[in-house]
C-alpha cells in the first residue's frame, strides 16, 4: 500500500508540473507574440514616416519596436535606412549588421545592405548579397536584387554586366520603371537607338515624365532626326522644367543648328 500509495503520489505531483509548465509556456508565448506584434506595428508606422521623410519620428519608433522586441530584425533594417538617409553612415552600417545577426538570410535586409555598400564605395560585397538574393528560389520578388545588382554594375562602369542584369529584371517584371529607364540609357550610349527609344516609351508610360527621361527623348528624336518628336520633347521640356540646365542646354542645341 505504501509504495502504491507513494507511486500515486509520485504521478499526481508529476501531473501538476507538467500542467503548470504548460500554462507558463502559454501565459509566456502569449506574452512574447504580444510584443512582437507591437513591434510589428512601430516598425510599420516607422517605415511609413520614413517614406515620408519624417526620420526623427521613424527613428524613436524603431526604437519602441526595439523595447517591445528586440529579436524582430526588420526594426533594425527600416533603422539602418534612415541612417543611411541621413548618412549617418556608421549607424547605418551597424543597423543592418543586427539585423543579418538576427537573420542571415533575409533578401531584403541583404537587398538594401547591398546597396548600402555599393553606393559607399564597397561594390563586390554589395553584389555579393544580390547574388545570395538571386539564388533563393523563394524570394517572391527576384527583379528588385536583379535591379540593384544592375544599377550597382551601372555606377562601377561595368555597363554590359548592368544590361544583362536589368534585362534579366524586366523579364521578371515587365513595368520596372527604374530598370526601362536605365536601359533606355545604356542602349542609347551604345548606339542602339530604337532600341532605347521603345524602353523609354515603356517607362513613360507608367506616369508623368521626369526631367531626365524627356531629355533623353530629346536625345534620341534628334539622333533619328525626327523633328516632330523633337519639338514634342521640348515643348513639356520647357513647360515642366523651364529653369533646368538639360533644358538650357538643349534648346542651345536647337539653335546651333
Not at 526620420?55 to 533594425?76: G, I, M, P, W
Request: with cysteine.
Amino acid at each position: 500500500m505504501k509504495i502504491a500509495f507513494a507511486a500515486l503520489a509520485a504521478l499526481l505531483l508529476a501531473g501538476c508540473v507538467s500542467q503548470t509548465t504548460v500554462e507558463t509556456r502559454s501565459v509566456t508565448d502569449s506574452v512574447m507574440a504580444d510584443a512582437r506584434r507591437r513591434a510589428e506595428l512601430r516598425t510599420q508606422l516607422a517605415s511609413e514616416y520614413y517614406q515620408r521623410g519624417n526620420f526623427v519620428v521613424a527613428l524613436e519608433e524603431t526604437r519602441q519596436a526595439e523595447k517591445n522586441d528586440a529579436s524582430y530584425h526588420q526594426a533594425y533594417n527600416v533603422r539602418a535606412l534612415v541612417y543611411m538617409e541621413l548618412r549617418e553612415d556608421a549607424l547605418a552600417r551597424q543597423a543592418f549588421e543586427k539585423a543579418l545577426s538576427i537573420a542571415p538570410n533575409d533578401p531584403d535586409v541583404m537587398n538594401n545592405y547591398g546597396w548600402f555598400l555599393c553606393l559607399r564605395g564597397e561594390p563586390e560585397r554589395g553584389m555579393g548579397y544580390f547574388k545570395r538574393v538571386q539564388a533563393d528560389p523563394l524570394y517572391a520578388t527576384p527583379e528588385k536584387a536583379l535591379l540593384n545588382a544592375g544599377l550597382c554594375a551601372r555606377i562601377n562602369g561595368r555597363n554590359a554586366e548592368a544590361e544583362d542584369y536589368l534585362r534579366r529584371a524586366v523579364v521578371f517584371k515587365p513595368d520596372l520603371a527604374g530598370a526601362l529607364y536605365s536601359l533606355a540609357e545604356l542602349t542609347f550610349e551604345k548606339g542602339s537607338i530604337k532600341e532605347s527609344e521603345n524602353y523609354l516609351n515603356r517607362y513613360m508610360r507608367l506616369g508623368e515624365p521626369t526631367l531626365s527621361a524627356l531629355a533623353l527623348g530629346v536625345k534620341i528624336a534628334r539622333a533619328q532626326g525626327d523633328k516632330v518628336a523633337e519639338d514634342s520633347m521640348m515643348q513639356q521640356l520647357r513647360r515642366r522644367f523651364p529653369d533646368a540646365p538639360q533644358t538650357r542646354e538643349l534648346q542651345q542645341g536647337m539653335a546651333g543648328k
